[in-house]
Structure formats: structure tokens, C-alpha cells
């Protein structure tokens, strides 16, 4: 068997129908189309999700939902953890070390009433606090 011997099932292709071809054929004179009317014309073509005047489907539904691009920083409540206050060092990878972080979290914020003071053991950029 090769590309150049494959053939369709039989019975499972027709002819394609050639209207317009005159009066005998069945489809002459107004080529199946009707009489008159936008459809009948040449260069018809229905825009997508039209539905003939009625509001469409996609203008009747409300408008929900926006995905914001900026990823959002895990929280951190240093009252609640104290192991995070104690570090010497605050990066990223230190918090990890005391704290279960998932891998896809890139940026961390400490807040409450401690973490002002936390400011000054802060080593890395992706780790901020909620005072300045």
C-alpha cells in the first residue's frame, strides 16, 4: 500500500453540485438561493454570532473577571511566625529555611507591628516589609 493507490470507501464521496448550470439541471436560475433577499445576493456572508437583529449571545452576558499580570507577594505575619523574627539574616532562601514556602513563591512581605523593625536584617529585594 502507498499514497499513490489509497482510495475513499465506496459510497462514502458524491459529486459536488454545479448550480446555476441552467433550468434542467434543478438548480438553474437562482442557483438554490431563493428569490431575493440579503442571501440570495453575491457576496453574502453573515458576520460571526450574528443572530438576525436579536442582541447576540456574547452582548447579553455580563462582563466578569480581569487577571491581573503582577504577581502578588506571599504574607507573612511575623507575630504569628516568631522563628522569621530571629533570623540574623532575612532572605529569601532564609525564610524558606524556616518556614514551608512553595517553589513558585518569588516575592515575600512580613507584616505587623514587629516588622519595622525587622527592616534592617533584610538582605534580599524579593523580601519587603509593610513599614517604612
Known sequence: MGLHNLQPAPGSTRNRK?????????????????????????????????EGGQMP?????????????????????????????????????????VHKLQKTVKRVKLIGASAKELASKIKDDAVTTSGK
Open 57 to 97: 449571545l456574547q452582548k447579553r452576558l455580563p462582563k466578569i473577571g480581569f487577571t491581573s499580570k503582577v504577581e502578588k507577594p506571599y504574607v507573612i505575619n511575623v507575630e504569628k511566625i516568631k522563628a522569621v523574627a530571629e533570623l540574623d539574616e532575612i532572605t529569601l532562601e532564609s525564610i524558606r529555611s
Open 18 to 50: 454545479r448550480v446555476g448550470r441552467g433550468q434542467g439541471s434543478g438548480t438553474g436560475k437562482t442557483a438554490g438561493r431563493g428569490n431575493k433577499g440579503q442571501k440570495a445576493r453575491s457576496g453574502y456572508s453573515k458576520k460571526r454570532g450574528f
